[in-house]
């Protein structure tokens, strides 16, 4: 049953991370990302390491991903891409099959080594359970001494959300007096 799921999460993952890459929409390019992140932390919990699931989630899930929306709402990323890279469309059609081709080739070689390593079949035959004792130090030592800073860092991530959206955000008025003064 666990190697199902795994086949599942890991397919899931395959599939949000093309995701990333085919996305027109940076927006969507990045909640793909996110989704590829919440796989691969279920893929450690799976494994048996929930500290590493939960560091994955606190940090890509939460960091990263916040910088990474910062800046596609401070850049007009849609605007410049679709200048740079959209109007140079025969660039995108001639690399576009080796590509394809060389993903389908690396894609098939990792598959088949994979299913002849005698190594990795024998880790998966002898998987250990690890106890959770540092894991429960760690969080009790995070949330019962250090509750105050944890917290203070989510306003802090908190407010630099907010202050993005609003630096980000074009002011209509500003824009309207703009035209005006042009024509």
Do not use: W
Not at 30 to 49: D, K, R
Not at 153 to 159: D, E, N, R, W
């Amino acid at each position: 049953m666990e190697q199902q799921f795994f086949i599942l999460l890991a397919l899931v993952a395959i599939g949000s991370a093309l995701l990333v890459v085919i996305a027109r929409n940076p927006i969507h390019s990045a909640l793909s990302l996110v989704a590829c992140f919440v796989q691969i932390a279920a893929l450690f919990i799976l494994l048996g390491s929930p500290f590493l699931a939960v560091v994955q989630i606190f940090v890509y899930v939460g960091a990263i991903m916040v910088l990474f929306l910062f800046v596609i709402m401070m850049l007009d990323v849609r605007k410049e891409a679709h200048g740079r890279f959209i109007n140079n469309s025969r660039f995108i059609q001639k690399g576009a099959i080796p590509s394809i081709v060389a993903l389908l080739a690396l894609a098939s070689e990792l598959l088949f080594l994979l299913s002849q390593s005698s190594r990795l079949h024998a880790v998966m035959a002898t998987q250990r359970v690890i106890g959770d004792e540092p894991t429960k130090q760690l969080s009790l030592t995070l949330f019962r001494d250090f509750l105050l800073p944890f917290e203070v860092a989510s306003v802090i991530l908190l407010v630099a959300l907010v202050g993005a959206v609003v630096l980000a955000k074009t002011d209509e008025r500003n824009q309207g007096a703009k035209k005006e003064v042009s024509k």
